[in-house]
């Protein structure tokens, strides 16, 4: 079956300006997570969703940075206003649910890159 | 501070050589510790997981240890082929969702 899809693939925007990455989980699975992944470090936490609970926004860097999930399926990551900082790849990923068990299947990711 | 660290950051291996990849966590309580592989410009994809319980995990040429008393885990790469090329990253998982990512070993294989 189709996995974690990501779009777009690669992104260059200018400092200043508004980005929207989105996210299609694999089908069924209730529970999402944003990732970023700087050069030379290890994955970074920003939020997780699961089901209709309240979603886990305590990674999120800064309040420049949004997450929705719509319908318990796509998830769209915002960034307003960019700064170079925010160059990243972000990843996203699905599982069935929540618990420790529970593989995390990872999408390709989306390269950011803030001129 | 990372509570998962991962050593060496880089190595280069001729094809058909083993190597050894080391990773060491802090990370508590501790769940289960999953290596992942992640080709350049795809996510990670994971290759073993273990469980407090469990010593060793293999999945074909890649053998995965553990030893949760000393908080290490090792992942050994058997005659190395080219795909065998990727970033290998150790991922540490407590009892809750949030995972602890090392920064990952790059492994080039070279003919």
């Known amino acids: 079956g189709a996995g974690v899809s990501q779009s777009p693939s690669n992104k260059v925007t200018e400092k200043g300006k508004d980005v929207e990455l989105r996210c299609d989980p694999i089908s069924g699975h209730t529970a999402l997570y944003w990732y970023r992944q700087s050069l030379g470090q290890g994955l970074e936490f920003l939020i997780y969703?699961?089901?209709?609970?309240?979603?886990?926004k305590s990674g999120l860097p800064s309040d420049r940075f949004s997450a929705e999930r719509t319908g318990g399926s796509v998830s769209t990551l915002t960034i307003q206003r960019t700064q170079q900082e925010d160059s990243a790849v972000y990843l996203c990923?699905?599982?069935?649910?929540?618990?420790?068990?529970?593989?995390?299947?990872f999408g390709p990711g989306t390269r950011l890159t803030v001129t | 501070k990372n509570q998962v660290e991962q050593s060496p950051q880089s190595l280069i291996i001729l094809e058909g050589k083993n190597c050894t990849l080391q990773c060491n966590y802090t990370v508590s309580p501790f769940s289960n510790l999953r290596w992942y592989k992640q080709d350049t410009g795809r996510g990670p994809v994971s290759l073993t997981i273990?469980?407090?319980?469990?010593n060793t995990k293999s999945n074909g040429r890649y053998t995965a240890t553990l030893d949760a008393d000393t908080k290490q885990s090792s992942l050994h790469i058997t005659a190395s082929q080219l795909s065998d090329s990727a970033s290998y990253i150790c991922v540490v998982r407590p009892n809750d969702y949030k995972l602890s990512f090392g920064a990952g070993t790059t492994v080039t294989v070279r003919a």
């Open positions: 990923a699905s599982s069935p649910s929540g618990g420790p068990a529970y593989e995390q299947y």
């Open positions: 273990m469980t407090f319980s469990e």
């Open positions: 969703f699961q089901g209709n609970s309240a979603p886990d």
